[in-house]
């Protein structure tokens, strides 16, 4: 999709081709001269747009523009969630008429947040999966112009999302994707395809390589499946090689069943998106491919399948991660946090200046904070504070999430030197302590995303999160310079 953003110009307006003219309108509208605002001065005075998010008014071949469609929207106060709200109704109604092109004129100068929003949601709401249907109906619209009383003060938050939405879409993409068309070689054949883009290197490991490195939990998890696992290393070198990195680990299980602990038969095909951390980590490297910022960025990817087989690890077995510790895998659907520590120790050799992991990691956090926000786990003031930061910028919410040691007593086991479940009682924070264990090197946070990364029922689908939070987090870095 291609976006543009221009500076409003009332007179050039009314001759504006284009499917649809989508006028934001915001309590404190203040008409102008022009016939556009004299005609929505009418409309508000007659009443027939009441000023309440979400409410419109649709109108077909207007006398005098040029536009097919004029669809006057309130967006309230004009807050984030109002325009969320009154842009996704907006499209839900432009839809069926399968627009190719669409104006967003704001006649009131909105908050960079407010127009990051507006466009990610009409990105959002026009997306179509395609991929393994035969008669599917590709995504109609593929032009969107954003028109605003002054451009130049926006230019830098529109094309960062820009460049998240086509990291989000990425994201979407590989996330909605069939295990069978998402094996973990696919997803390093996307990573290898990212490398073709400016300052982006990639190297993919396969079993020989990770057995010699001795990740013998990520193996663990692995043997059960005749796919062969991948090790994805993504690279984006935009800083001095003096420059330490940020590394982002992301959970790549293309499809969990649990393993040898199966899990219940309904909704099973979700866990096709248990590799969403994964997907998340390509999208932050094809954002970072359009941005170039200064910064220096490692992605770490464990990929493989959790299966049942007469090959699979079996609860009771122990296994010695790459760091060392050994591990009692009591419950074999307990898969993520396996894979991550090994990947969280290979992330020692960055001398990063933080680590970031997203996964799909447990049910608990669903049941903790719904598909609102992300779980957000660090010991790291600094690094907590900027996150949180990052998701409220980009509407891509997360919440700080506790990691008292005490929630670490559940892992205690007499057969190893911990286990990989604590039981049911705050189980987002133990699998979080689970990790902590393995990041004594650097400062770390971690992102359950299990709630936030897909949607279930009618509309399912990934969403594309947190490729957003992430993308913000990174570029405050670059005007930073280094992490507070
Ligand atoms: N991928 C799942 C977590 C998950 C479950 C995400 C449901 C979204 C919806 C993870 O590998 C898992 O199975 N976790 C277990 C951990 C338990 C065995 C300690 C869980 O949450 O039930
Ligand atoms: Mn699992
Ligand atoms: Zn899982």
């Not at 590709?138 to 086509?166: C, G, M, N, Q, Y």
Request: one cysteine or more.
């Amino acid at each position: 999709m291609n976006f543009a953003l221009k500076t409003l110009d009332p007179a050039r307006l009314i001759s504006e081709k284009t499917d649809a003219l989508l006028v934001l309108l915001t309590k404190d509208f203040k008409p102008g001269k022009d016939a556009l605002s004299v005609l929505v001065a009418r409309v508000l005075k007659a009443g027939d747009l009441s000023p309440k998010a979400g409410q419109m008014l649709d109108i077909y071949r207007p006398q005098g523009l040029a536009c097919a469609r004029l669809l006057l929207l309130h967006v309230g106060e004009g807050a984030a969630t109002e325009v969320r709200k009154a842009v996704s109704a907006a499209f839900g109604l432009l839809k069926p008429s399968k627009p190719k092109g669409v104006t967003l004129l704001f006649l009131n100068q909105p908050a960079a947040q407010a127009l990051r929003v507006a466009v990610t949601t009409l990105a959002d709401a026009s997306y179509a999966y395609t991929a393994t249907k035969t008669k599917a109906e590709p995504r109609s619209l593929e032009k969107v112009d954003v028109v605003v009383p002054d451009e130049s003060a926006l230019r830098t938050d529109f094309e960062r999302a820009a460049a998240a939405i086509a990291g989000i879409e990425l994201a979407k993409e590989w996330g909605n994707r069939p295990a069978n068309y998402a094996t973990p070689t696919h997803l390093a054949g996307v990573a290898q395809a990212l490398a073709e883009l400016p300052k982006i290197k990639c190297d993919v490991l396969g079993p020989k390589e990770v057995a010699k490195l001795g990740m013998g939990a990520f193996q663990a998890v692995a043997q059960g499946s005749d796919e062969p696992l991948r090790f994805i290393v993504l690279r984006y070198n935009g800083a001095s090689k003096s420059t330490a990195p940020v590394v982002l680990v992301g959970k790549g299980i293309t499809f969990d069943s649990g393993g040898i602990s199966i899990k219940p038969a309904a909704e099973m095909d979700e866990m096709k998106f248990d590799m969403c951390g994964a997907a998340s980590v390509l999208g932050v490297f094809r954002a970072l491919a359009e941005l170039q910022p200064g910064i220096n960025v490692v992605g770490l990817i464990p990929a493989c399948e959790n299966l049942p087989s007469g090959r699979s690890v079996k609860p009771g077995d122990v296994v010695t991660s790459m760091g060392g510790q050994t591990i009692e895998i009591l419950n074999t659907d307990a898969e993520g946090r396996l894979v991550l520590c090994d990947a969280l120790t290979y992330a020692e050799r960055f001398k990063p200046q933080a680590v970031v992991d997203i996964a799909t990691l447990t049910g608990a956090c669903v049941i903790a904070l719904g598909a609102v926000r992300s779980g957000m786990f660090t010991a790291n003031q600094a690094l907590s504070a900027a996150l949180v930061q990052a998701g409220e910028s980009s509407q891509d919410l997360c919440w700080s999430m506790p990691l008292d040691d005490d929630y670490a007593e559940g892992l205690k086991t007499s057969f190893a030197d911990v286990a990989n479940v604590g039981g049911r009682p705050g189980g987002a924070i133990t699998a979080a302590k689970f990790l902590q264990r393995f990041t004594d090197k650097f400062p770390w946070a971690h992102l359950d995303i299990a709630g936030t990364a897909w949607k279930s029922g009618a509309a399912k689908g990934a969403t594309g999160r947190p490729v957003g939070l992430l993308v913000d987090y990174l570029m405050a870095l670059d005007t930073r310079g280094k992490l507070a």
